[in-house]
């Protein structure tokens, strides 16, 4: 729920629309009482624009689906228990860190795969639709074709051209 959060902040999308509770079936009024803070939180906000956010929900859902990610959750509770294969102590905040730095990485290069299946095609256009810096952009453009999720097309006008793959 935490990284969840951090993915949609880290796409501009506000986390305070995302919220867990545990409440027992005997709990009714504390559901009632839930149920009401988390519309009254949502109402807040305000509607979510779909054709504004679309593009970015959906790097952000690849993104909590990616193996990376999935990877680094699942060794959480391990390496901050028990260490890393290198006999390293990791505290909880530490590893965090780390996750979100994971979780940035992936977010930013589903950004790219979106946009490319979008029609995006050059760096310059990854960069319009996806509002990062082109030197990022082709610096993760290049790890991306590295393993095969996206392709060079060939050249347009001097520019090299890519489409995603997967």
Known sequence: MRLTGKVL?????DPGRLDLEWVSSAEAQRFAD?????SDTVTGIGPLDRD?????LEAARRTLDSEAVRWTVGKEKAITDKGDVY???????GYESVLDS???EELEKNMICVALRRGCRSVRDVGSMTGMELSRIS???ADLERTGAIQFTGMKHHKPEFEAVS
């Open 139 to 141: 610096f993760l453009m």
């Open 87 to 93: 006999g390293r102590s990791w505290d909880v905040e």
């Open 9 to 13: 902040e880290l796409s501009g999308i």
């Open 102 to 104: 994971v979780a940035r």
């Open 52 to 56: 504004r956010y679309g593009f970015v």
């Open 34 to 38: 839930v149920a009401t803070a988390i």
